[in-house]
RNA sequence: GCCAACGUAGCUCAACGGUAGAGCUCUGGUUUUGUAAACCAGGGGUUAUCGGUUCGAAUCCGAUCGUUGGCUCCA
């Protein structure tokens, strides 16, 4: 008899061997229902684990957020049975969850398609029904790579595994897979699922491998939960920026210059309205601001070693047999405007800004909307200092992050820490000195980051600011990179309090990052409801009939004296139509003006999302609007 | 760049080897309207481009360009 813990703390005896499931079935048959897999001692095991000695166990049901990821875990193997049975020739590699699901990485000379996924789903749904256990059988290394020794690819994940014995799952018809586990007990217990996409993988994410065919599907508890999971994929396409874009008509995208984003008269608003209140932010933390070209002599940049590490992604022009690089970065450009005279210690921190429009060669593949382009504009910064002004610095930059996002109502991004990558210019002392003086800011303002080893620029290490689109892919705005190294290669000096010529550090930072990625991470997180300082349209007009064509012509006159970008809809529309045409244009205010306003001489507004109207005189629309676009408030509550 | 899919009117989509259509938008007209879409008519397409197969191609095949989803990359 061996004595099993609960999770509230009673204490129940069990015959020796028996599995967690009859532990399960002991506490109720309920329990033993719903159970998915077995924490014991902490650890995550199948229910048929064997408990051999005293041990605390706890039952994972289908309501703990665990059991899903088992779930979705035992549906990946499940559909590589199913593409197992219908191509029999394919190979398994590697079949991991992911954020909502999973996927496997499959070796078939076949290009499986989204044709092929219904009856992938059938075979999957029918292994499903046949209720077939999962089982385990664990095997010494020695004995495992004996086992799987005609298949490369689980050769190298056995290779690759940690420990000195190996778990092998079977289930179905023949089937089996070397996996660490725990799986669901049986086919059954699956749940809800759906295969969604198939793509190209490189094997080990080496882009110099073959690549594997990667089939993704989503999983859920039930087909409920499935189905809603499935609508808020529906609901985040239409967050898109891209759809919203031309639905608003901010942007457009053309052949004749693929990556480069044409912004329209609305996207401009957008665009400047973003620039004004920088502007105004960064006069207030000290900044200055320069201009440098955007195409320089190609020497600069072997100096500055971007032509060393990124020449393959950097546009070129010759004239006159002189070659021109166009710039990737604004940095060599800053850094011959500081060397075009001499500095004091008494100026630093120097902090100089550039809206700096720059040009990258990204590969066709990469680019995505407004979010990765060819062409892009960086709100760009560079803080010259000595190296005992580094850490405040950074705190400030953070500081100024911060300040920044909030005012946009960014409050869901997550910060990284990249440090010394391969390709690099630069000692190692250096390197360590900058990485420890990003690091003590960091921790100095009790801030929680993840580390990206090795994923440094090539001059220094960085902090980098990451926010989600719409579809959950994450992408960087803000970095702070410290650069020890710039300042040498350009040979910048200082003259310190001891009268002595000293290097200065270098700080490269970015708040909005991307201007273009910026407005389209903005499109996407107020999904095209922009609050009142950025709407492009900010209110329009919508008369009830002809009747009162005048007075609207009046209020829409003082509206644009007072600054407030407003149209009017003068069309032969009934007035609800004119309603639902300005929501679907996501105006965040619509005034209603008929012959009852005209006699009080007062307008009917509709605020977008709130069900009532209220009606007030254009004076005091006026001011509210100004309040609310002096505040640059979020809300549009007047 | 790699794997796969897609490209039809300004937008969203239909037609899937046999005369390119609808809704919205746009233009003209009727209606003069009271809080989420009145009615009638009209305009608008060398079906991304180039080539091939066929009596006949939006549809089948190939190439190119672009887009989408991943992979790799992202100074």
């Given at each position: 008899?061996?004595?099993?813990?609960?999770?509230?703390?009673?204490?129940?005896?069990?015959?020796?061997?028996?599995?967690?499931?009859?532990?399960?079935?002991?506490?109720?048959?309920?329990?033993?229902?719903?159970?998915?897999?077995?924490k014991?001692?902490g650890?995550?095991?199948?229910?048929?684990?064997?408990?051999?000695?005293?041990?605390?166990?706890?039952?994972?049901?289908?309501?703990?957020p665990?059991?899903?990821?088992?779930?979705?875990?035992?549906?990946?193997?499940?559909m590589?049975?199913?593409?197992?049975?219908?191509w029999?020739?394919?190979?398994?590699?590697?079949?991991?969850?992911?954020?909502?699901?999973?996927?496997?990485?499959?070796?078939?000379?076949?290009?499986?398609?989204?044709?092929d996924?219904?009856?992938?789903?059938?075979?999957?749904?029918?292994?499903?029904?046949?209720?077939?256990?999962?089982?385990?059988?664990?095997?010494?290394?020695?004995?495992?790579?004996?086992?799987?020794?005609?298949?490369?690819?689980?050769?190298?994940?056995?290779?690759?595994?940690?420990?000195?014995?190996?778990?092998?799952?079977?289930?179905?018809?023949?089937?089996?897979?070397?996996?660490?586990?725990?799986?669901?007990?049986?086919?059954?217990?699956?749940?809800?699922?759906?295969?969604?996409?198939?793509?190209?993988?490189?094997?080990?994410?080496?882009?110099k491998?073959?690549?594997?065919?990667?089939?993704?599907?989503?999983?859920?508890?039930?087909?409920?939960?499935?189905?809603?999971?499935?609508?808020?994929?529906?609901?985040?396409?239409?967050?898109?920026?891209?759809?919203?874009?031309?639905?608003?008509?901010?942007?457009?995208?053309?052949?004749?210059?693929?990556?480069?984003?044409?912004?329209?008269?609305?996207?401009?608003i957008?665009?400047?309205?973003?620039?004004?209140?920088?502007?105004?932010?960064?006069?207030?933390?000290?900044?200055?601001?320069?201009?440098?070209?955007?195409?320089?002599?190609?020497?600069?940049?072997?100096?500055?070693?971007?032509?060393?590490?990124?020449?393959?992604?950097?546009?070129?022009?010759?004239v006159?047999?002189?070659?021109?690089?166009?710039?990737?970065?604004?940095?060599?450009?800053?850094?011959?405007?500081?060397?075009?005279?001499?500095?004091?210690?008494?100026?630093?921190?120097?902090?100089?800004?550039?809206?700096?429009?720059?040009?990258?060669?990204?590969?066709?593949?990469?680019?995505?909307?407004?979010?990765?382009?060819?062409?892009?504009?960086?709100?760009?910064?560079?803080?010259?200092?000595?190296?005992?002004?580094?850490?405040?610095?950074?705190?400030?930059?953070?500081?100024?992050?911060?300040?920044?996002?909030?005012?946009?109502?960014?409050?869901?991004?997550?910060?990284?820490?990249?440090?010394?990558?391969?390709?690099?210019?630069?000692?190692?002392?250096?390197?360590?000195?900058?990485?420890?003086?990003?690091?003590?800011?960091?921790?100095?303002?009790?801030?929680?980051?993840?580390?990206?080893?090795?994923?440094?620029?090539?001059?220094?290490?960085?902090?980098?600011?990451?926010?989600?689109?719409?579809?959950?892919?994450?992408?960087?705005?803000?970095?702070?990179?410290?650069?020890?190294?710039?300042?040498?290669?350009?040979?910048l000096?200082?003259?310190?309090?001891?009268?002595?010529?000293?290097?200065?550090?270098?700080?490269?930072?970015?708040?909005?990052?991307?201007?273009?990625?910026?407005?389209?991470?903005?499109?996407?997180?107020?999904?095209?409801?922009?609050?009142?300082?950025?709407?492009?349209?900010?209110?329009?007009?919508?008369?009830?009939?002809?009747?009162?064509?005048?007075?609207?012509?009046?209020v829409?006159?003082?509206?644009?004296?007072?600054?407030?970008?407003?149209?009017?809809?003068?069309?032969?529309?009934?007035?609800?139509?004119?309603?639902?045409?300005?929501?679907?244009?996501?105006?965040?205010?619509?005034?209603?003006?008929?012959?009852?306003?005209?006699?009080?001489?007062?307008?009917?507004?509709?605020?977008?999302?709130?069900?009532?109207?209220?009606?007030?005189?254009?004076?005091?629309l006026?001011?509210?609007?100004?309040?609310?676009?002096g505040?640059?408030?979020?809300?549009?509550?007047?």
């Amino acid at each position: 008899m061996v004595k099993v813990e609960l999770p509230d703390g009673s204490v129940i005896s069990a015959d020796d061997g028996c599995t967690a499931l009859n532990i399960a079935e002991k506490i109720g048959p309920k329990l033993a229902k719903a159970a998915v897999a077995a924490k014991i001692n902490g650890k995550l095991a199948d229910l048929s684990t064997p408990i051999t000695s005293d041990v605390k166990i706890e039952i994972i049901t289908e309501k703990d957020p665990l059991a899903i990821e088992i779930m979705r875990h035992s549906c990946a193997h499940i559909m590589a049975e199913a593409i197992c049975s219908i191509w029999p020739e394919a190979k398994l590699v590697y079949g991991p969850i992911v954020a909502d699901g999973f996927y496997y990485d499959i070796d078939l000379e076949k290009s499986i398609t989204p044709e092929d996924f219904a009856k992938i789903e059938d075979k999957m749904a029918e292994i499903a029904k046949a209720d077939v256990p999962f089982k385990r059988i664990e095997l010494p290394r020695q004995q495992a790579l004996e086992r799987v020794k005609n298949d490369k690819y689980k050769t190298d994940n056995v290779n690759r595994a940690q420990g000195d014995v190996m778990s092998f799952y079977l289930h179905g018809d023949g089937f089996e897979d070397l996996c660490r586990g725990p799986h669901i007990p049986s086919t059954s217990k699956a749940g809800a699922f759906k295969i969604m996409s198939v793509a190209g993988a490189y094997w080990h994410g080496d882009a110099k491998e073959k690549m594997l065919q990667r089939v993704y599907g989503t999983a859920w508890a039930n087909k409920k939960q499935l189905e809603d999971y499935l609508n808020r994929l529906e609901e985040a396409k239409r967050r898109d920026h891209r759809i919203i874009g031309k639905q608003m008509d901010l942007f457009s995208f053309h052949e004749e210059g693929p990556g480069f984003a044409f912004l329209h008269p609305k996207g401009m608003i957008l665009w400047n309205s973003i620039i004004d209140y920088w502007r105004q932010v960064h006069n207030c933390y000290g900044y200055s601001e320069i201009k440098t070209p955007i195409m320089l002599n190609e020497s600069l940049w072997h100096r500055s070693g971007h032509w060393d590490n990124y020449k393959e992604n950097m546009y070129f022009t010759t004239v006159d047999e002189v070659t021109y690089a166009v710039k990737p970065m604004n940095c060599p450009g800053g850094l011959l405007v500081y060397k075009s005279r001499q500095h004091s210690y008494r100026e630093f921190p120097m902090k100089v800004a550039e809206l700096g429009l720059v040009h990258r060669y990204e590969a066709s593949g990469q680019m995505h909307g407004l979010i990765r382009v060819r062409q892009f504009t960086q709100d760009d910064a560079h803080i010259f200092c000595r190296p005992d002004q580094i850490q405040d610095e950074i705190k400030g930059v953070i500081d100024l992050v911060f300040e920044i996002y909030k005012t946009f109502g960014f409050n869901d991004f997550h910060i990284e820490l990249s440090t010394k990558p391969e390709k690099h210019i630069g000692s190692d002392e250096i390197w360590e000195t900058a990485t420890n003086s990003l690091i003590g800011a960091l921790d100095s303002k009790g801030i929680k980051y993840q580390v990206n080893e090795g994923d440094g620029a090539f001059y220094g290490p960085k902090i980098d600011f990451h926010i989600a689109d719409c579809l959950q892919r994450s992408w960087q705005l803000g970095t702070i990179q410290l650069d020890f190294s710039m300042p040498d290669r350009f040979g910048l000096v200082y003259t310190d309090s001891d009268n002595t010529e000293k290097t200065p550090v270098m700080i490269h930072r970015a708040i909005l990052g991307s201007l273009e990625r910026f407005l389209g991470i903005l499109i996407e997180h107020f999904a095209g409801a922009f609050p009142l300082w950025l709407a492009p349209e900010q209110v329009r007009l919508l008369s009830i009939s002809e009747k009162t064509q005048d007075y609207s012509n009046e209020v829409l006159g003082k509206l644009k004296d007072a600054g407030i970008r407003a149209t009017i809809d003068s069309a032969a529309d009934k007035i609800g139509a004119k309603i639902a045409k300005a929501h679907a244009d996501h105006l965040p205010y619509m005034l209603v003006i008929g012959e009852k306003e005209q006699q009080e001489q007062m307008v009917n507004v509709r605020t977008r999302g709130a069900k009532d109207t209220k009606t007030v005189t254009v004076d005091e629309l006026i001011s509210a609007f100004k309040k609310k676009i002096g505040e640059r408030s979020l809300s549009l509550e007047i």
